[in-house]
């Protein structure tokens, strides 16, 4: 998996099973120096971002507002409990009102993950030792990921069992919940964690904040006809696609002549468009790293 | 460096602050000319009402605490109203030459405004949301004594009042917070008192930065 990132990592036959040699700094690591290297950068950085007051005060203010907002029975016009596909379609609904502002804090929060190691000189530490620039950037990315996912995690299920304990919706309808929170929560957080990663990197982080924030809302909710935007094109990272083939949701207004149908083809092309996005992203930043050690 | 000095402000500035927002003019501009003058209202609206206010909002939270020579500064018998009136000033000036400017062009495309009323309604539908977010972003990074937090609930307030700008405009009290009012919904009979009350919590969100500025030891 690591090669995949465009590593420059020689796997050497030895005595041991395997040999990594970072090529920057020449250092060789055996495999399970690398893999105990990459889970410790990963719980190390989970750590310290999941412990900063500011984002589980953001984090909770989201959430008083969706706790009023999306539990209040008035919004589905019914007191009445849900069955059959509605179940579906409220857990989609749910989690992609979830969508609309949580991977907005997590790709704000994300973005000096990577750029405060160049600011406070830890990053010229970390040259001197023998990590390896991959495994870095993968156990960061994994971190800061895992780090965001939690309190959206979190808050999708203790909303889904408050609807549950109301008698809103039965018990069954936890189970689409976790379906969407793979389908649509996971791709949209993966995908502006990566770049909140790289991009401050070779921009000011606030010029990267305010387009990010501008970017959300532009390229994902924005109907193209109000205004040019690529929020119905495969790049749509809101889980629009998975929303409609996985969970039978369309929105259109009245008069409007209904939406065509999203296949499930497209669906799964959106989520894949999304990961070689990231994967684009992780290798641009692998790169832009290792012309920085370079230079240094 | 008791008084205010032009020359040392320019040389000490971030040029971001300076580039970002003309590319974004720039960018407007671009789509203005593409979409051409049957929608070149949209375009402005949503260049003043909606883009000026971000940027402005965003760089504010970041104006005064991102400073390498913050503890410098501090150690100088500046006053703290001098240093927000600096950087939150200048940051004010551009974005009020982006928005005159992006105007003259929209004029020049033969935009019309009628629907905002007079000359000074058009003002007021950037003025009031770009006030609101700079001192939103003020406020948020001075109390956080965090850039990230400004900027954070700046982005935050921004697109949630974007996107349920009808469930606020529709709220008995949602209604007087919605900022991008003037510039979406200018035929709103609250639009007026919408108006006053954001201006009046922005110059109170001014004051309570200028009051936690007092308290150099919390951004050491």
């Known amino acids: ?296 | 460096m008791k008084r205010f000095s032009l020359r040392y402000s320019l040389l000490t500035y971030r040029l971001d602050q300076l580039w970002f927002p003309l590319a974004f003019w720039m960018l407007f501009v671009i789509i203005g000319v593409i979409r051409g003058p049957e929608y070149i209202l949209d375009t402005t609206r949503a260049y003043l009402g909606t883009v000026v206010p971000l940027i402005g909002g965003i760089m504010a939270a970041y104006a005064v605490l991102d400073d390498p020579a913050l503890e410098l500064r501090f150690a100088t018998p500046i006053s703290a109203a001098q240093t927000l009136f600096e950087r939150i000033g200048l940051l004010f000036l551009i974005q009020t030459v982006s928005a005159l400017s992006f105007q003259a062009f929209a004029f020049l495309m033969n935009a019309d405004f009628s629907m905002f009323g007079s000359w000074g309604g058009v003002q007021l539908t950037w003025l009031v949301p770009t006030l609101s977010l700079m001192a939103i972003g003020t406020l948020g990074s001075l109390s956080a004594a965090q850039t990230m937090a400004g900027a954070l609930l700046t982005g935050l307030v921004w697109i949630v009042e974007l996107i349920a700008r009808g469930w606020f405009a529709g709220q008995k009290v949602g209604q007087y917070f919605l900022v991008f009012m003037g510039s979406l919904m200018p035929d709103h009979p609250a639009l007026r008192a919408n108006q006053l009350t954001l201006v009046l919590l922005s110059l109170a969100f001014f004051f309570l930065g200028w009051r936690l500025l007092h308290r150099q030891e919390r951004f050491i």
């Open chain 1, 1 to 296: 998996m690591l090669q995949n990132f465009g590593l420059d990592l020689a796997i050497q036959a030895s005595n041991k099973p395997y040999h990594l040699t970072c090529i920057t700094t020449g250092h060789t690591l055996s495999l399970e120096e690398t893999v105990s290297q990459f889970f410790g950068i990963t719980r190390h950085e989970f750590n310290m971002s999941i412990r900063r007051p500011g984002m589980w005060i953001a984090y909770g203010l989201l959430f008083l507002f969706y706790g009023v907002a999306v539990i209040s029975p008035s919004l589905t016009g019914s007191n009445d409990m849900l069955f059959g596909d509605q179940v579906r379609q409220e857990a989609g609904s749910l989690v992609l009102t979830l969508n609309v502002f949580m991977p907005l804090l997590a790709g704000i929060l994300s973005a000096d993950r990577i750029q405060r190691d160049f600011r406070s000189g830890v990053s010229e530490l970390q040259n001197s030792t023998p990590m390896q620039i991959s495994s870095y950037i993968l156990a960061k990315y994994l971190g800061v990921l895992l780090s965001v996912l939690l309190p959206m995690f979190c808050w999708t299920m203790i909303l889904g069992l408050i609807m549950v304990a109301s008698g809103q919706v039965p018990p069954s309808f936890m189970g689409f919940l976790l379906l969407a929170f793979l389908t649509m929560g996971i791709p949209a957080h993966a995908f502006v964690v990566a770049f909140s990663l790289a991009c401050p990197l070779v921009m000011p982080l606030r010029v990267y904040q305010v387009l990010f924030t501008g970017y959300w809302f532009w390229g994902n909710f924005l109907s193209p006809a109000v205004f040019p935007s690529i929020s119905d094109t495969l790049l749509n990272a809101a889980g629009i696609y998975s929303l409609q083939a996985f969970f039978g949701v369309y929105f259109s207004s009245p008069g409007e002549a209904p939406p065509s149908l999203t296949t499930t083809i497209q669906a799964l092309l959106n989520i894949l468009v999304l990961a070689a996005c990231i994967s684009a992203a992780l290798f641009t930043l692998d790169r832009y790293l290792r012309w920085q050690a370079r230079r240094a």
